[in-house]
């Protein structure tokens, strides 16, 4: 990652905003906190359940050749044998004895020197294994460790030749599964950008190894295309890096990377893995993985495409490209405050995509039934406190698109007021309209 900007004050406005508005808190925090974990408040939460959605419908909903799993956390330990993650997921670690900090070796500039107190007393490099471990059964020994899983994409080749056999499926097609993944990580850092439990959402593609290079390809163009089309990414704050250092095992590799507040990072990563994770549970498990092609009598191994982004970091990525402080719009909308706070977040992953406001109290009856109306199409949310103005700014803090106000007229000519969040414009629309006129500008 190539940190050639370090916007901190936009974090820090961004952690900030996601603790009070209950986007992202971090876990435990009454008993002072737990490094590396974070918890999702309501709206981050209903944040995060849309960019899921919006991910599994682009990956396994609209296409035939895609299944989806929900695999377990903890599985037989074997298969992180097979992996390679028990021998060789881990970084080298070095000490300070000054201060007792802890570094990752790759990620310190001057790697004799501590970043904290500027000791040169460190201790020799040695690796630490990344594998949270646990145990299972009635006896805390050896015999019963089992791992958390560090990737959600094990079990999709540990289940490949069952989810072939239930669904019927013919190579090339790909297994999905969004879930928890975990890793002893040495530094989170970065708000959630690198945590120790965060949600990945992976599709490995099974194809002939003959056609690879061009499922790597299409697989590529489709991801960009999706952080284009759907989440509003462009050439000024999305890039790709190709990796020229390769996995033995591994035909091709390119990074997705994204403008943070701190610099570019790692977004997504498409891998042509070649043949290496079915072979390798092949030989742990003692199971024949390989497929048999009926149309011309051929049996191989397949090779592996596969497509694995963060969930926690989609969110981070949006969100600091959504973030603006606004001073021009400030005194449109009747408001005396210096700048208005607004997330400009793509629509279908907006935690609240619509807002109904009562231009008073008592259009409350008329205006909560219009709610509960709304809210069977869009996540909604019921707003009768403060004046409009500050209720639309509360609105925009959080990203809402659009501020639907009933008022008085509305009685007589069943129409409300329709105020856009990025233009501030406002349209009288129809309440028989409504619904249809929102899917439009939603993109549902
Ligand atoms: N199956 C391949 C795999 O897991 P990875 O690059 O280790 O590859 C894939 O992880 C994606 O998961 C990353 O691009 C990133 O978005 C997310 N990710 C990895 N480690 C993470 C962490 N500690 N905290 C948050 N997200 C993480």
Same mark, same amino acid.
């Given at each position: 990652?190539?940190?050639?900007?370090?916007?901190?004050?936009?974090?820090?406005?961004?952690?900030?905003?996601?603790?009070?508005?209950?986007?992202?808190?971090?876990? @435990?925090?009454?008993?002072?906190?737990?490094?590396?974990?974070?918890?999702?408040?309501?709206?981050?939460?209903?944040?995060?359940?849309?960019?899921?959605?919006?991910?599994?419908?682009?990956?396994?909903?609209?296409?035939?050749?895609?299944?989806?799993?929900? +695999?377990?956390?903890?599985?037989? /330990?074997?298969?992180?044998?097979?992996?390679?993650?028990?021998?060789?997921?881990?970084?080298?670690?070095?000490?300070?004895?000054?201060?007792?900090?802890?570094?990752?070796?790759?990620?310190?500039?001057?790697?004799?020197?501590?970043?904290?107190?500027?000791?040169?007393?460190?201790?020799?490099?040695?690796?630490?294994?990344?594998?949270?471990?646990?145990?299972?059964?009635?006896?805390?020994?050896?015999?019963?460790?089992?791992?958390?899983?560090?990737?959600?994409?094990?079990?999709?080749?540990?289940?490949?030749? @069952?989810?072939?056999?239930?669904?019927?499926?013919?190579?090339?097609?790909?297994?999905?599964?969004?879930?928890?993944?975990?890793?002893?990580?040495?530094?989170?850092?970065?708000?959630?950008?690198?945590?120790?439990?965060?949600?990945?959402?992976?599709?490995?593609?099974?194809?002939?190894?003959?056609?690879?290079?061009?499922?790597?390809?299409?697989?590529?163009?489709?991801?960009?295309?999706?952080?284009?089309?759907?989440?509003?990414?462009?050439?000024?704050?999305?890039?790709?890096?190709?990796?020229?250092?390769?996995?033995?095992?591994?035909?091709?590799?390119?990074?997705?990377?994204?403008?943070?507040?701190?610099?570019?990072?790692?977004?997504?990563?498409?891998?042509?893995?070649?043949?290496?994770?079915?072979?390798?549970?092949?030989?742990?498990?003692?199971?024949?993985?390989?497929?048999?092609?009926?149309?011309?009598?051929?049996?191989?191994?397949?090779?592996?495409?596969?497509? +694995?982004?963060?969930?926690?970091?989609?969110?981070?990525?949006?969100?600091?490209? +959504?973030?603006?402080?606004?001073?021009?719009?400030?005194?449109?909308?009747?408001?005396?405050?210096?700048?208005?706070?607004?997330?400009?977040? /793509?629509?279908?992953?907006?935690?609240?995509?619509?807002?109904?406001?009562?231009?008073?109290?008592?259009?409350?009856?008329?205006?909560?039934?219009?709610?509960?109306?709304?809210?069977?199409?869009?996540? @909604?949310?019921?707003?009768?406190?403060?004046?409009?103005?500050?209720?639309?700014?509360?609105?925009?803090?959080?990203?809402?698109?659009?501020?639907?106000?009933?008022?008085?007229?509305?009685?007589?000519?069943?129409?409300?007021?329709?105020?856009?969040?990025?233009?501030?414009?406002?349209?009288?629309?129809?309440?028989?309209?409504?619904? +249809?006129?929102?899917?439009?500008?939603?993109?549902?």
């Amino acid at each position: 990652m190539a940190d050639d900007f370090n916007d901190q004050a936009l974090m820090d406005k961004i952690v900030s905003l996601c603790k009070r508005r209950g986007f992202v808190f971090p876990s @435990s925090e009454i008993y002072g906190g737990f490094n590396g974990f974070w918890d999702y408040g309501p709206y981050g939460a209903r944040m995060k359940r849309a960019i899921e959605a919006l991910w599994w419908h682009e990956m396994v909903e609209t296409r035939d050749n895609v299944e989806g799993l929900d +695999s377990t956390i903890i599985a037989n /330990p074997t298969i992180w044998k097979a992996s390679g993650h028990l021998d060789q997921f881990s970084d080298l670690m070095t000490d300070c004895r000054q201060c007792k900090s802890r570094y990752r070796v790759d990620q310190m500039e001057d790697p004799t020197t501590c970043p904290n107190c500027g000791s040169k007393d460190l201790t020799e490099p040695r690796e630490f294994n990344l594998m949270m471990k646990t145990f299972v059964g009635p006896v805390f020994d050896e015999d019963h460790v089992a791992y958390l899983r560090a990737e959600t994409c094990q079990p999709i080749f540990v289940d490949f030749h @069952s989810v072939r056999v239930a669904t019927r499926q013919k190579l090339p097609f790909g297994v999905a599964q969004i879930g928890k993944a975990f890793r002893n990580e040495i530094n989170p850092r970065n708000f959630t950008f690198r945590s120790r439990e965060f949600t990945q959402m992976e599709m490995e593609f099974f194809c002939d190894g003959e056609k690879g290079m061009e499922w790597f390809e299409y697989w590529k163009a489709e991801r960009i295309r999706y952080y284009r089309e759907k989440l509003g990414f462009d050439d000024s704050n999305m890039r790709i890096y190709v990796h020229e250092k390769l996995a033995h095992y591994a035909k091709a590799a390119i990074d997705i990377e994204v403008k943070f507040p701190f610099g570019w990072g790692e977004l997504e990563g498409v891998h042509h893995r070649g043949t290496w994770d079915l072979s390798r549970h092949s030989e742990f498990s003692g199971q024949d993985l390989q497929y048999f092609d009926h149309d011309n009598g051929r049996k191989f191994m397949p090779t592996v495409i596969e497509t +694995s982004v963060g969930l926690d970091r989609t969110m981070l990525a949006i969100l600091a490209k +959504s973030y603006d402080e606004d001073s021009a719009a400030t005194k449109k909308e009747g408001m005396d405050e210096d700048v208005r706070v607004v997330l400009h977040l /793509p629509p279908m992953v907006a935690p609240i995509q619509v807002a109904v406001l009562p231009q008073s109290k008592k259009l409350n009856e008329n205006a909560y039934a219009l709610y509960k109306d709304v809210d069977r199409f869009f996540r @909604s949310e019921y707003d009768d406190t403060g004046s409009i103005g500050k209720r639309y700014r509360r609105q925009d803090e959080i990203g809402t698109p659009f501020c639907v106000t009933f008022d008085f007229d509305s009685l007589n000519d069943n129409a409300v007021t329709v105020r856009n969040r990025d233009t501030m414009l406002q349209e009288r629309v129809g309440v028989t309209q409504l619904r +249809s006129y929102l899917e439009e500008k939603i993109g549902m």
